[in-house]
Every structure is written in structure tokens, then in C-alpha cells.
């Protein structure tokens, strides 16, 4: 384990605005490993085309937490490809909503961790911050300062500083590609990382592309319209998740939290978060199922009609529409969203391409909810993200697949397919099957020759990730398939 001296902190306090307390190698993984953690998870075998075993850091850092000089101790997860004959690029996953310390990237536990480990596989160093509260956290934070941009910025943006500085010490490397992609709450911190890194450190790093996958960009409107509704929310408990974490971060919302929450809220809400010990499904069952009736109907009342209410102007202050993204980023989302409104993506497509980002798109898939959306999410940004990553091709010639030329386009598709493919060798022609996430086969026919263009249609399939794969006597070439409609 590698460590810094106090007084080294204190010499480089001036310099960076993290420094690595400590990292340690705490798990490893081989190819076959991870591909049992990813059709464990659901997924069929062979929907991603894993390339290098990965080893797994356990990585402590300080970062700030109210202010830039207000550091506290942070936890992330790092997962390395081994054996890789260049440089790597650096992708920054931020996870999802949680309120367990514990189950985080550094700690193992929970899936999210997994999700940086299968990337990492394909040839990226993949810095998985637990955000400021969680994991091996600070015992001075009181509760994770849940959607504040400044601080889950430069958590992540430390996180990445310290993978740069391990890969160097580790003699892998970085290319000097930067890729960020979250969902949810990961995909609001994904675009509070990329404004940081392009408004105040361009110098430092430059964004290759960012995925940010339906988070809440637009705090004060889209998400308050669908929390503050009469409607049930499916998690009730990211309203007093916000309350407590703006008032530990501004100290402006209330002397008392019985000001804002009612009865029993006021004491429930404040023991199961201040714990750390409640995962976010379960606060989410001791919430009302409408989220504003925990709050005293004054302060309703008052935050509809008063356009300065102090949580109003906080999350203004939060919300990220108005800058201008300059590198890459694709916005991925579901209008059939029931967690994070999908005019949360829109509206934030809408304002950086209006403010003149020069690469903004957007991907809606569609009718389904937050769950299901993603899958979708995930595998378009895997996609996104190696259409435009410099490869490290191994030079052993017995890893190298027989894999000939294999395209498939559009990708996602809603309607029909085209696949092309090219044999680099003298065989078998073989046929193109098309699987879906359980392994059920939708599709398949012979090729007819070794060079062949094939129209396949795809409208009776429903939204979701296939594998579809050119199968032949010598080798078999799976890509991931998109279908969204």
C-alpha cells in the first residue's frame, strides 16, 4: 500500500486540491470471472467483447467538501485492464442514488461496482468515486451532499486527478482520453464534473466525450414539477434527502428541521440519513408515497408561490442548464421515466445547444421506466464511447480473434438493420444470429458468401439490448445491437 505523509499533504495542499492518502489492490479479475458477473447480472453471454483481465484498487483521497479548502476524506473504487501494451484512457462512472455508506464501488458491495469493472475490461481505467458520505467516509460528514454540484464535481474530478498519478506510478499510463458517464444521479454529476473541468481546470483535461443518462440537470423546474405533484412518486425519499443535505451544505433552509418536515418525518427522516446504515429503497418505504406531504403545508405553500424561497434558489443554484458544454456529450434518456422526468434531458439539450455547445445530441428510448431505460443507457454509452477511444491492440497473435470485417449500422435501430461483413480469411462463411438478454435467439441465417451486405428487419423486436453475432467454424464476432423505438 502506497501512502503520503502529513506533511506532504500539507506541502501539496497548494497545488492540487486532492491528494491520495492510500490505495491498495483488493481484488482481481480473470476474462472468465467477468464474464460470470456479467450473465449473473442478466445479460447474455457475449454482449461485451471482454479483452483484458482486470485488477481492482481500493483508492482513499481528500477532496473538498462545502468549500475549496474545506477537505474531507473520500473512498472510490478503480478498476485497471492488466497487461495492456499502451496507455489507457480514464472513464469516470458516477453511481446512482444511494443512502447506505457501505454499499459503494470501494467497498464491493452493491452492483454498482460492477458496472466500472465489465468497462474496464474493454480497455479503460475506470475511476468509480462512492461521493463525499459514502463508503470509507469522513466521520466529520453528517450526511452525502446529495445533487450539489460543487461538491460530487470535484469528488469525481479528484477521483480522476488520483487514477492519473496510480496509472503512472503502476507504469500503464493514461492516453490523456477522459470519458464520463453516470445515470441518474450519476448522470447530473456527470455534467457537473465535465462544466467544472472545462470552466476552470481546460488546462488540466480535456473531455473526449461525456454520457450523462437521465439525471435531474434541471433542478428548480422539471424535477421539482414531478416531485412537488399531487401524484405518487416511486422514491419518495429523494425530497428529505435534498432538504437535509442542502441544509448541512447552506445551513439556510430552517433553524429546526420541524420547521419544514412534518410529524413523525421530523425525527424519522434525519435518523434513517444521518445513519448511513438504510439503503434508499427502504427510507423510500418509510416515505409517504406523494413526497410533499411529509412537508409542513406552510413551506409547501411557500415555495410554490415564493419564486425566492430558500430551497427554490439552492436549487437554481444547482441546477445545470445554463453553461456550455465544449467537448462531446450525448444525453440519454426515456420519456416513460418515472423517477427523473425526461424533460430534465430535453430541457438540457435544448439550453447547451442554444448556448452553442458544438457537439450535443440526444438519445430517447422510449416508453420505459427508470429501471429499464438503463440498459439501453449504459450499452449506447459503451458504444458512444469506443467509437471514439484510441485502441491498444494486443500484439499476441493467439488473442486475436479470426473475426474478419464485421459492421453493423444504424446502431441504435428502430426498424431494420444493416449488417456487412468481410472474411480476413479463407473458411467457412458462417451466419448472423441475433440473441436477446435472456439468450433467446430472434434471429438467424446463413451467409451466402464471404463478403455479404444483409438488410435484417427488426420491428417486431421490442426495445432493449441484443447480441447480434457472426458465428463461423473458426470464430465467433458479437456486437451489441440497440433496438429502441
Known sequence: MRKFTLGLFVLLSSILQAQIISYEKIDSFTISELEDILTDA???????????????????????????????????????????????????????????????????????????????????????????????????????????????????????????????????????????????????????????????????????????????????????????????????????????????????????????????????????????????????????????????????????????????????????????????VKLYYCTGDDQVSYVNSERAYDSWTANGAPDVTKQDFGNLDHTACAQLCFISAKNFFDGKKTDCNTTDVSEIPLSGKFELFPNPASELVIVKTEQDYTGESGKIMIFDALGKVHFEKEMSSEKEQMLIDISNLAPGYYVVSWVREASRTNKQLVISK
Open 42 to 328: 442478466g445479460a447474455p453471454s457475449g454482449l461485451i467483447q471482454m479483452e483484458y483481465e482486470v485488477d481492482y484498487y481500493r483508492v482513499i483521497y481528500l477532496t473538498p467538501y462545502r468549500h475549496p479548502d474545506s477537505l474531507v476524506q473520500a473512498s472510490a473504487g478503480l478498476a485497471i485492464p492488466r497487461n495492456t501494451d499502451c496507455p489507457v484512457p480514464i472513464a469516470s462512472y458516477a453511481h446512482g442514488t444511494t443512502a447506505n455508506q457501505l454499499k459503494g464501488a470501494s467497498t464491493k458491495a452493491g452492483g454498482q461496482w460492477e458496472i466500472g469493472t465489465i468497462f474496464a475490461s474493454t480497455g479503460y481505467a475506470v475511476a468509480m468515486p462512492d461521493y463525499i458520505g459514502l463508503g470509507i467516509a469522513d466521520p466529520k460528514v453528517v450526511i452525502h451532499p446529495y445533487q450539489h454540484a460543487f461538491s460530487q464535481s470535484n469528488t469525481s474530478l479528484n477521483m480522476i486527478r488520483a487514477t492519473e498519478e496510480i496509472l503512472n506510478e503502476l507504469e500503464v499510463g493514461f492516453n490523456e482520453q477522459l470519458f464520463l458517464y453516470g445515470y441518474s444521479q450519476g448522470g447530473y454529476a456527470v455534467a457537473a464534473t465535465q462544466r467544472l473541468i472545462e470552466e476552470e481546470y481546460p488546462d488540466e483535461y480535456t473531455v473526449t466525450a461525456a454520457a450523462p443518462m437521465s439525471g435531474a440537470y434541471d433542478m428548480a423546474g422539471a424535477q421539482v414539477d414531478l416531485m412537488a405533484s399531487d401524484s405518487v412518486y416511486p422514491t419518495p425519499g429523494y425530497l428529505p434527502y435534498i432538504i437535509l443535505a442542502y441544509q448541512d451544505q447552506y445551513g439556510t433552509l430552517y433553524d429546526s428541521v420541524s420547521q419544514i418536515l412534518k410529524p413523525p418525518y421530523d425525527s424519522l427522516m434525519p435518523a434513517l440519513f444521518y445513519s448511513k446504515d438504510y439503503s434508499i429503497g427502504y427510507i423510500n418505504n418509510q416515505s409517504t408515497p406523494v413526497p410533499k406531504h411529509m412537508v409542513m403545508d406552510s413551506t409547501v405553500t411557500n415555495f410554490t408561490n415564493n419564486p425566492n424561497h430558500p430551497l427554490r434558489v439552492l436549487l437554481e443554484e444547482n441546477e445545470m442548464l445554463n453553461w456550455t458544454p465544449q467537448g462531446s
